[in-house]
């Protein structure tokens, strides 16, 4: 090749370089605006109503067809199957939770099945859970629903996968597992009002919030943690002396102290606001799963009838009072987050769902054989937590398909990418 020609080849590849350099942003553009080999429809996957939706998949021969269902909405129908646990098969449920080892006589509270009117919940699919947060970290904080929540999945992840327990302290209240087979850690965070403070103790008769910072018990870790499930409530209707930028902003069933009363639901939004600022992060998703319903209605805590039902209400009920405040606080809070920043939120709505199902606690069995020495006048009753297994499986059944329709989302932005790619060679070719 003489000088001359080289000249004109380098000319050629300066243009073709141009050329090139032309149809990127022509591909890109093509690429944002509309995209012609998009399968998933994108107005799906932009719901700003979204805390109450999950997806459906009917897996249709070629492609997973995708409908969205207000998971909040159904019944509980008999179901045959039964839990996937039981009482002896996994080692981590809490005694008080554990009414088959407690010796509860009736076993129908087991065999029930939320049925949403719109889709199904699939069964819990603890080899999907665990594909789904291959190389995570999953973490609980809050205060015993927390611990409920996190004990219902390490049982149903560990009928697939065993669990190894690598750190317990203060009487399992912080608690760490890794499922190695998929690299998966899940931890539990003890912190009953999400923000800094101090839980009453023997010599401390109320508790102390400060509400405009987090609890470092849990906040420390925080940049270690890929997926968080926040559950909080009940402990903040104990009496409390609260704290803002340093001064008090008052109390509640302040008998000891002379600060102004201000109700505790102010501070629980308060608290939920400053914990979902902290925790909302590019690269973190955050459920919120919300107030937990009891059962005492009206009945004295130690009377024999406190929660003995043992089937769910069966014409639905209607969320009120203390159960309807907590939870309408904690759906504003999580819908106003999102609204601020662009964030993996959600709430996983619980509450109606749950309070449906009086049959699930553990009441008089929470201790062992109560009634062994004939029935007493009178029993202490748990008829806040669930029985394990339970209601709250189902809870995590749901968990698993709000983690899988923000991994779909994850696939379709993979799947833009990817079409982008194919696009820009495309235009080279030709
Ligand atoms: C509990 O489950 C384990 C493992 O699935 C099983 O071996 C055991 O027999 C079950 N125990 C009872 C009391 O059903
Ligand atoms: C396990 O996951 C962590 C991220 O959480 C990653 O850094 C590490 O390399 C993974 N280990 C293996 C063996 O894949
Ligand atoms: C009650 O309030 C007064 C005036 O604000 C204050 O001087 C006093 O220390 C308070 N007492 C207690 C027990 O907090
Ligand atoms: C619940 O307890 C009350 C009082 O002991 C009793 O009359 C009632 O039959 C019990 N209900 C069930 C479903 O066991």
Not at 54 to 69: A, F, G, H, M, P
Not at 292 to 319: I, Q
Not at 360 to 369: A, D, I, Q, S, T
Not at 382 to 401: A, R, S, Y
């Amino acid at each position: 090749m003489g000088f001359k020609e080289q000249q004109i080849c380098l000319t050629q590849r300066k243009i073709s370089v141009l050329i090139v350099l032309a149809f990127i942003p022509a591909a890109m553009f093509r690429l944002c605006f509309n995209n012609p080999f998009s399968t998933i429809d994108d107005t799906t996957l932009q719901d700003s109503k979204a805390h109450v939706l999950i997806t459906n998949y009917s897996s249709s021969s070629t492609q997973e067809k995708e409908t969205l269902c207000d998971y909040t909405k159904g019944k509980w129908i008999k179901d045959e199957m039964g839990p996937l646990y039981n009482g002896s098969s996994c080692g981590t449920i809490k005694e008080g939770q554990n009414c088959l080892r407690h010796g509860r006589p009736d076993s129908g509270y087991l065999y029930w099945k939320w049925k949403p009117n719109q889709c199904d919940i699939p069964r819990f699919n603890a080899n999907r859970f665990l594909d789904l947060m291959r190389d995570k970290h999953l973490a609980f904080v809050g205060d015993s629903m927390a611990r409920n929540q996190l004990e219902s999945l390490i049982c149903l992840l560990s009928t697939v996968s065993s669990p190894h327990l690598v750190y317990s302290y203060e009487e399992n209240r912080f608690r760490r597992w890794r499922f190695e087979s998929h690299n998966v850690t899940v931890s539990v965070y003890w912190s009953p009002f999400l923000v800094a403070g101090l839980e009453k103790s023997g010599k401390l008769d109320h508790n102390i919030l400060h509400v405009d910072r987090v609890d470092e018990r849990w906040g420390k870790d925080l940049e270690r943690f890929d997926t968080v499930i926040i559950s909080v409530g009940h402990w903040f209707l104990h009496p409390a002396v609260y704290y803002e930028s340093g001064s008090v902003l008052g109390c509640h069933s302040c008998e000891a102290s002379n600060c102004t009363e201000i109700g505790f639901f102010d501070v629980f939004r308060k608290a939920i606001r400053t914990t979902l600022k902290a925790v909302s992060g590019t690269h973190r998703e955050v459920l919120l799963t919300t107030f937990s319903p009891s059962h005492f209605e009206g009945r004295t805590w130690d009377s024999l009838d406190a929660c003995n039902m043992t089937e769910p209400y069966e014409d639905g009920k209607v969320l009120e009072g203390l159960d309807l405040e907590m939870r309408r606080i904690e759906m504003e809070e999580v819908t106003a987050a999102k609204e601020a920043a662009e964030v993996r939120l959600e709430a996983l709505d619980v509450t109606e769902i749950s309070v449906l199902r009086r049959d699930g606690h553990p009441g008089p069995y929470m201790n062992e054989f109560p009634f062994k020495n004939g029935v007493p006048k009178r029993v202490r009753n748990d008829c806040l937590h669930w029985c394990l297994p339970g209601p709250v499986d189902t809870w995590n059944e749901i968990m698993i398909e709000m983690l899988r329709r923000w991994r779909n989302w994850n696939n379709a932005e993979t799947y833009k990418l990817i079409s982008c790619i194919q696009q820009v060679i495309f235009s080279l070719v030709i």
